[in-house]
T-cell receptor
Framework: NAGVTQTPKFQVLKTGQSMTLQCAQD?????MYWYRQDPGMGLRLIYY???????DKGEVPNGYNVSRLNKREFSLRLESAAPSQTSVYFC???????????FGQGTRLTVV | RKEVEQDPGPFNVPEGATVAFNCTYS??????FFWYRQDCRKEPKLLMS???SGNEDGRFTAQLNRASQYISLLIRDSKLSDSATYLC??????????FGAGTTVTVRA
C-alpha cells in the first residue's frame, strides 16, 4: 500500500525557473493538502482541496498554483521560483469521515 | 495570531521521566484535534487523536479543554525513542488542517 507518493524527493532550481511537484494517493481520500515546512515555522498550509474539483488557498498561497487533476492527484506548481521558496514540501490526504492526515515523504526544494 | 501555538521547547528529559506540554488554538469552531510526531527530516505521522473526555494510548495521555482552547500531551516513563518533535494539529469544519510549529522533546540516557 503506497499511501501518499510525492515526486521528486529532491530538486534544485535556479531563480525564475518553474516546476511542478506531483502528489498521488491511493486511499480514495477526498481531501488533499500541500504544506511547506521551514525551520522554526512548523507546517504552513499552501493550498488544499476539500474534494475533487475544489481548491482553496491556505496560509501562504502566493507564488504557487495547484491543480486537483482527479481524486487521486493534487499537483503544486511554482511558476517562477524564488529563493524564499526554498523549503521542504509535504503533500497530505485525508478522508472526510476520519480526518486523520497521511503524508508523503516530502520534497526538499532548493532555489538558488 | 497563529491558529495553533505551541511551546517550542526543547524539553530535555532523562529516561523514565514524565514530560508534558500544551498547545493553544484560536478558532473556537475547531472540530478535531490531534497530536502528530515528526522525526528529523521525516514526514509527520499521527500519534493520537484527542477526544473531549481525554484519552490514553499506552504511555501517552492527551487532554482537550474546549473552554480554554488548549490541548495537552503527557508522556510517562519517557524512552529514548520518544525523542522527536510533537505537532499539535487542529481541524476546522472547512477540512483545513492547521499545524503548530512543534514541541521538541529530547530524552537522554
Amino acid at each position: 500500500n503506497a499511501g501518499v507518493t510525492q515526486t521528486p524527493k529532491f530538486q534544485v532550481l535556479k531563480t525564475g525557473q518553474s516546476m511542478t511537484l506531483q502528489c498521488a494517493q491511493d486511499m480514495n481520500h477526498n481531501s488533499m493538502y500541500w504544506y511547506r515546512q521551514d525551520p522554526g515555522m512548523g507546517l504552513r498550509l499552501i493550498y488544499y482541496s476539500a474534494s475533487e474539483g475544489t481548491t482553496d488557498k491556505g496560509e501562504v498561497p502566493n507564488g504557487y498554483n495547484v491543480s486537483r487533476l482527479n481524486k487521486r492527484e493534487f499537483s503544486l506548481r511554482l511558476e517562477s521560483a524564488a529563493p524564499s521558496q526554498t523549503s521542504v514540501y509535504f503533500c497530505a490526504s485525508s478522508d472526510g469521515k476520519s480526518p486523520v492526515a497521511f503524508f508523503g515523504q516530502g520534497t526538499r526544494l532548493t532555489v538558488v | 495570531r497563529k491558529e495553533v501555538e505551541q511551546d517550542p521547547g526543547p524539553f530535555n528529559v532523562p529516561e523514565g521521566a514524565t514530560v508534558a506540554f500544551n498547545c493553544t488554538y484560536s478558532n473556537s469552531a475547531s472540530q478535531s484535534f490531534f497530536w502528530y510526531r515528526q522525526d528529523c527530516r521525516k514526514e509527520p505521522k499521527l500519534l493520537m487523536s484527542v477526544y473531549s473526555s481525554g484519552n490514553e494510548d499506552g504511555r501517552f495521555t492527551a487532554q482537550l479543554n474546549r473552554a480554554s482552547q488548549y490541548i495537552s500531551l503527557l508522556i510517562r516513563d519517557s524512552k529514548l525513542s520518544d525523542s522527536a518533535t510533537y505537532l499539535c494539529v487542529v481541524r476546522g469544519n472547512d477540512y483545513k488542517l492547521s499545524f503548530g510549529a512543534g514541541t521538541t522533546v529530547t530524552v537522554r540516557a
